[in-house]
């Protein structure tokens, strides 16, 4: 069992920057693909950012390139994720998500059937 605890979620005016991190337990950490979703109300759970096991390459939702970052450290069983320019539309509450296996491709990342392992999630708001 892998246990996620995110964080670092709140309120923000729009073009501010959060730093979100989740931190895993349970399991060898650089073993896990990690991803980042958001679920507004009303509205489905989407991806918005994965990273590979190793930390080498990432991927990204399209509406958040270029203004969100994905990172880990495997060594503090971690992994973040860096918002800036924030957009009213970004407001949604955050779930790190893990998977036991790699992915290697946006496909992989992207699908919430791919994780294995999900937080609780946290609030971002952002306000105009």
């Known amino acids: 069992q892998v246990q996620l605890v995110e964080s670092g979620g709140g309120l923000v005016q729009a073009g501010g920057s959060l730093r979100l991190s989740c931190a895993a337990s349970g399991r060898t950490f650089s073993e896990l693909a990690m991803g980042w979703f958001r679920q507004a109300p009303g509205k489905e759970r989407e991806f918005v950012a994965g990273?590979?096991?190793?930390?080498?390459?990432?991927y990204y939702l399209d509406s958040v390139k270029g203004r969100f970052t994905i990172s880990r450290d495997n060594a503090k069983n971690t992994v973040y994720l860096q918002m800036n320019r924030l957009k009213l539309e970004d407001t949604a509450v955050y779930y790190c998500a893990a998977r036991q296996y790699y992915c290697i491709d946006y496909g992989c990342f992207s699908s919430r059937s791919k994780y294995d392992y999900w937080g609780q999630g946290t609030q971002v708001t952002v306000s105009s």
């Open positions: 990273i590979t096991r190793s930390g080498g390459r990432t």
